[in-house]
């Protein structure tokens, strides 16, 4: 048994394409072809089959990649307890967020976190719903989520993001378009990517425009990827876009809906020194990523 021909394998699955596989695994195409046949022979079933000029998993194929993947992850995990084995970690901090904090906070936050404490081991899991709840439970030490916890028994405080800015495509066909009524009427409204705010400003926009277009999309990334490929508006936090050079985007100052305001809400239940450190650290980075 070869595990690289696993991985040959799951990347061949995912593209149903040799050549795109290859490029992926920086090998030639020949050696995904010859990895796959030898993973055939050795399990003694078809794993691909041609459909067109494309190839599919056969039933056998789709099965086998549960097992595949389920292989690499035990493989890949214990690899990676055996390099930690002798580090000596004073803690071990579980973490769980939303997939919006993990996306735009923590890649930011760890490195920091990192240095002002390599003897603390943290692990941060994603969790779009709950979040309070796994914290009463003890789950896990520490939550960070977008709404206000509905439950006495945790502890909480909220941390402001700062002002949330109404995001349009910029393109030279809104190059005279200036108020938030003009981008209304035009696009799709991206709503919903926060869990607060968004109903009573639906209202508001409502008012205005009774006949704007618009479209849940829970997803702040999806939501950004959508205003850059002109296909919609909506109100997102600026920091997102804090130190980079955009040219698909442009801010409204709005002039008839007042800005909302969102905070991000961190959970704990119990007080020990690892929790406290973590929370001073990431209310300063906060306070930071404002300035």
């Known amino acids: 048994m070869n595990l690289e021909w696993y991985y040959t394998f799951i990347v061949v699955a995912k593209y149903e394409n040799y050549r795109k596989a290859a490029d992926e695994l920086f090998i030639t195409q020949t050696s995904v072809f010859n990895h796959i046949k030898n993973l055939e022979n050795l399990l003694k079933l078809k794993l691909f089959e041609a459909k067109g000029r494309n190839i599919v998993l056969t039933d056998d194929g789709k099965f086998f990649y549960s097992i595949a993947v389920k292989t690499i992850s035990t493989y890949e995990k214990g690899i990676y307890e055996m390099k930690n084995s002798k580090k000596k970690y004073s803690f071990r901090l579980n973490v769980v967020v939303t997939s919006y ?45 977008r709404k206000l916890p509905n439950t006495d028994k945790v502890i909480y405080k909220n941390v402001c993001e700062g ?6 495509p910029n393109v030279n066909a809104n190059k005279y378009l200036k108020s938030e009524i003009d981008f209304f009427r035009k696009y799709r409204i991206l709503s919903g990517n926060h869990p ?7 209202d508001k926009i409502y008012e205005i425009v009774p006949e704007a277009d618009i479209t849940k999309i829970s997803s702040v990334h999806v939501t950004e990827s959508l205003i850059k490929a002109d296909q919609g508006i909506s109100y997102l936090p600026i920091y997102i876009f804090k130190n980079t050079v955009n040219k698909d985007i442009r801010i409204i100052e709005s002039k008839l809906i007042e800005d909302p305001i969102s905070f991000t809400y961190v959970i704990w239940k119990k007080d020990n020194s690892e929790i406290k450190l973590f929370l001073e650290l990431f209310t300063q980075f906060i306070k930071n990523e404002q300035n």
């Open 196 to 202: 607060s705010y968004w109903t009573g400003l639906i």
């Open 163 to 168: 002002k949330i800015k109404l995001i349009v």
């Open 101 to 145: 904090i993990a996306s735009y906070l923590m890649p930011k936050f760890l490195p920091i976190f990192f240095e002002v404490a390599p003897n603390i081991d943290i692990s941060i899991s994603v969790m779009d719903a709950h979040i309070p709840q796994a914290i009463e439970e003890n789950t896990y030490h520490i939550g960070i989520d």
